[in-house]
């Protein structure tokens, strides 16, 4: 038995969506994300004659319907918003390697397909020879996790799709993920996440110069202290008289 579950409307983040897939009454596949795309589409110019190009900017909306499937190796996520005029495929893939610490398995974001409709007025306006379009990855190799680990990425990420569209180049912006598509062994809960190497730049950004001023503010604690520990040592030591004429008045 296999439940999906929009559960959106629980995140702070209005342009932020949540997805659940559960089948035997556990959780499956989990998806945080914001998402919108940007669509370049053909208008007339002014003079009927020259075509010109315009961008749509599609954000993911919330309430959208969802279709999901889990599977051992492979698991897919479907989303459809405006009366499916929008429909965004993502696909999963889970596989191992040799590695010099021998075999390790990971998963990846292996497909991202995404239908769209020029005949949308949301966003299309006056669309030349407007109709259904599907913006395709090639060879893709995302979002790579170890096996059992979620993907967490605060940052954005921007994917190149080709259109069936002449060609032209959509771009999917992905910001503030959390994704695991297998291995969930907690109802509604991710697995350790495992943070992309963006993120993993940025924390250690904000904390170098924390380190830094840490440690150089050992170093003079240890500085003075040394200096210190010397002048009292120094102090303390018998002054020998340097003129022999003084030593009369020693013994």
Known sequence: MQEVENLSGLSPNPEKDIFVVRENRTTCLMAEFAAKFLVPYDVWASNYVDLITEQADIPLSRGAEMKGKCGTNESELEISWLEQAYTLKLYFLKEGHNTSRGPEAFWRLSRIQFTYDTNEHTYF?????????????????????????????????????????????????????????????????????????????????????????LILGLVIVITLCVYHIHHKLTANQVQIPRDRSQYKHMG
């Open 125 to 213: 306006k006056d669309a030349v020879s407007p109709g259904k379009h599907t913006a395709s990855s090639h060879r893709l190799s995302a979002l790579v996790t170890p096996a059992g680990k979620s993907y967490e990425c605060q940052a954005q990420q921007t994917i190149s799709l080709i259109s069936s569209d002449h060609q032209k180049s959509v771009q999917l912006l992905l910001s503030e993920v959390r994704l695991q598509p297998f291995d969930i062994t907690a109802d509604f809960v991710f697995s350790e996440e495992h943070k992309c190497p963006v993120d993993q730049r940025e924390q250690l950004e904000e904390t170098l110069p924390l380190i830094l001023g």
